[in-house]
């Protein structure tokens, strides 16, 4: 595809501003965003993290990049308190479901991938298993090692963060964080209370399920590193753009930085770092390892459909917290409902050939190209889903646009939005979804027909005041009733 001439801001962590996007080699991105710890369902706050991902690559792609988006599946050493404190969350997922480490993240993995699909998540370019990339996160940590970065303390490895002047520039708050050495009162073994786990040989937990030889011993490998390890891998040594949650830039972000630094010795390791803020619920924040959690499956267990809440999700911008309720997942509903309706009426208006000028093409009217050019800019202008659906929604409900030049222009908008608006579509062609509503006229005018040989002539006359309202117009003849749309060209039915 040929390359935009727009240019696309991103607010960066990483400096505290909104940057302009380049990428290391031209019109080609290296994308990696934390993916799941797959001890459970992901909840409806994960699903946004991922919601974000998507459309940052499909905008990128829209835009005419070539992205490799990597993520990773977390089954093996992430612990419930991300500074190495608390329980590992696989193991006491295992344990308290009777089931092997294994088959609880297979399990999960699939249902992760489920609940993407549904979402109209599109599927990373790589998806990598932690568990599968143990002997790159060893290398990484020898190099580490190397540089003088490391110290063994208590049976584990740690890294040690006075070696690395600039831990926690991407959080600089946190240097001086006065909760920081209470926090980790539980592990003497730590120098600085910032330092971090690169190896546990000595487990603090029993029964350790995955272990592995390495040169520390046996043991397993620490949450930060399988980021480090795996987006070196398949991304190089530095690349574009890194994601996740919010949660994780005082932590989990500054522990990669530190890592993957101290090993290759290139600086900086990721040019854009981009944050999503969290999806709340009234009563508070939503987490896993609480328990207290909505999954996906649960809105639709309500009634609700999975692309509703990816349209709630795009309602607000990724940066701003999101506050969920049951109210506000119903008005995104009826606004899904409402755009499904639209794009039924401009499909039945067209016709099954009728798609009118793709965009790009010449031919397309100033109006339309007027539509996708704000659009284009609202989610070049860091990613601003709510203004791109506001056009979405002017498009089509502009009056001076034909039907088939308003779908053509909103399935090119779709190919980030993800809505699913080409199936409705052809939902609508294929007459599946009673797209210009026909079959229900036709079962009207029948039921009218039905009243008036019962003579029923109130019921009879209410239908066709009905039907009146809805802009059908009834003739009765010798041979039964027709009916039309306005001006002439209507179909007759016999009854
Ligand atoms: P986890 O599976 O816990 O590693 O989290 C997966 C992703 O979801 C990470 O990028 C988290 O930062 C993100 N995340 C966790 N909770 C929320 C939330 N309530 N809202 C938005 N993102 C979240
Ligand atoms: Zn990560």
């Not at 992205?67 to 308290?96: F, P, Q, R, W, Y």
């Not at 786990?197 to 000595?202: D, P, S």
């Not at 603090?204 to 390495?214: N, P, R, T, V």
Request: with cysteine.
């Amino acid at each position: 595809m040929a390359q935009r001439s727009g240019k696309l801001t991103l607010y960066n962590t990483l400096g505290r501003e909104t940057q302009i996007f380049e990428p290391l080699v031209p019109g080609r991105v290296g994308f990696y965003g934390c993916g799941p710890t797959v001890y459970n369902y992901a909840h409806i706050g994960n699903l946004r993290a991922y919601v974000t991902h998507d459309i940052l690559t499909r905008t990128l792609r829209r835009m005419g990049y070539e992205v490799t988006h990597v993520m990773n599946i977390t089954d093996v050493g992430h612990l419930s308190g991300d500074n190495d404190d608390g329980d590992d969350k696989m193991l006491k997922s295992a344990e308290e479901r009777g089931k092997s480490v294994l088959e609880i993240a297979d399990f999960y993995t699939g249902a992760f991938f489920d609940d993407a699909g549904r979402m109209n998540i599109e599927r990373p370019t790589v998806v990598c298993k932690a568990t599968a990339h143990v002997g790159e996160m060893i290398d990484l940590i020898r190099r580490i090692e190397a540089n003088g970065c490391t110290y063994a303390s208590g049976g584990n490895l740690y890294f040690d963060v006075s070696k690395f002047p600039s831990y926690g520039e991407l959080a600089p708050l946190r240097r001086g964080d006065p909760n920081a050495r209470a926090r980790v009162r539980g592990d003497p073994n730590k120098r600085n209370p910032q330092d971090f786990v690169l190896w546990f040989t000595k487990s603090k937990f029993e029964g350790q399920a995955l272990a592995w030889d390495s040169p520390w011993g046996r043991g397993y490998p620490g949450w930060h590193i399988e980021c480090s390890a795996m987006s070196i891998k398949y991304l190089g040594e530095q690349f574009d753009i890194h994601a996740g949650g919010i949660d994780h830039v005082p932590i989990h972000h500054t522990n990669e930085i530190a890592q993957s630094e101290a090993a290759t010795g290139k600086r900086p390791w990721v040019r854009f770092w981009v944050h999503n803020e969290f999806l709340v619920l009234d009563r508070g924040k939503m987490s896993k390892s609480s328990g207290g959690f909505i999954t996906l499956r649960s809105l639709m267990d309500s009634g609700y459909e999975a692309l509703d809440y990816r349209y709630f999700l795009l309602g607000g911008h990724y940066r701003s917290q999101l506050q969920f309720s049951w109210e506000s997942l119903e008005t995104a509903r009826n606004a899904r409902r409402s755009l499904a309706e639209r794009i039924r009426a401009l499909a039945a208006k067209a016709g099954p050939g009728g798609i009118g000028t793709l965009p790009g093409a010449p031919g397309l009217s100033e109006k339309a190209a007027g539509r996708l050019a704000a659009f284009d800019r609202a989610l070049e202008d860091d990613l601003s889903s709510p203004r791109a659906l506001a056009e979405l929604w002017g498009l089509v409900r502009d009056p001076d646009i034909g039907p088939g030049e308003a779908l053509a222009c909103a399935f090119d908008m779709d190919r980030v939005l993800g809505l699913g608006l080409a199936a409705l579509a052809r939902a609508a062609f294929r007459g599946g979804d009673d797209p210009g509503g026909e079959r229900e006229i036709e079962g009207l005018v029948a039921e009218r027909a039905a009243a008036k040989k019962a003579k029923d002539y109130a019921k009879a006359d209410s239908i066709r005041a009905l039907l009146k309202e809805r802009g059908v117009v009834l003739e009765d003849g010798p041979s039964g009733t027709s009916w039309r749309r306005g001006p002439p060209g209507g179909r007759a039915v016999t009854n």
